[in-house]
């Protein structure tokens, strides 16, 4: 039964070709959420080292938070295996620069991805879109 699911599943998302995902955070509640475990699972080295740069790291752990969140929700719609948060990994090349993913699991060039995060106020928000190559 389990592999007549997966393979309906498969079939929905076989043809698909492109995906979008977007998550809004509520800097104030996704602050009491960031403990050292939640760092330490869901962000990469890089990911914390980037966000630590600024004083206002929370904003930056929120904005990020949402930036992988987006890629997750689009990527899910193009292939249903599972990923891990640190397999979602957003950096950039310079402080403010345009955010980049990189998404680490074999084969790794199968998506084309676009991604923008914005904050304004008590908000940060993401969108991602996915091309499934």
């Known amino acids: 039964m389990e592999n007549d699911i997966l393979r ?16 809004l955070v509520f800097i104030p ?16 080295p890089n990911e914390i080292v980037y966000c630590d740069l600024f004083d206002d ?12 969140e987006a890629v997750y929700k689009a990527i899910k719609q ?18 403010g ?7 680490h699991r074999q084969p790794a060039d199968t998506f084309n991805i676009s991604l923008t995060i914005s904050h ?3 908000y940060a928000w993401a969108i991602a879109i ?3 190559l």
């Open 78 to 95: 193009l292939d249903p295996a599972a990923i891990g948060w640190k397999k979602i990994e957003i950096i950039r090349k310079k402080i």
């Open 57 to 68: 790291s929370l904003l930056r752990y929120a904005s990020t938070w949402a930036a992988k």
């Open 120 to 122: 304004d106020g008590q």
């Open 130 to 132: 996915v091309q499934n």
């Open 8 to 23: 309906s599943i498969n079939s929905l998302t076989i043809d698909k070709k492109f995906a979008i995902g977007n998550d």
């Open 97 to 103: 620069g345009q955010p980049l993913v990189i998404i």
């Open 29 to 44: 509640d996704f602050e009491a959420s960031l403990t050292p475990l939640f760092k330490n699972k869901v962000y990469t």
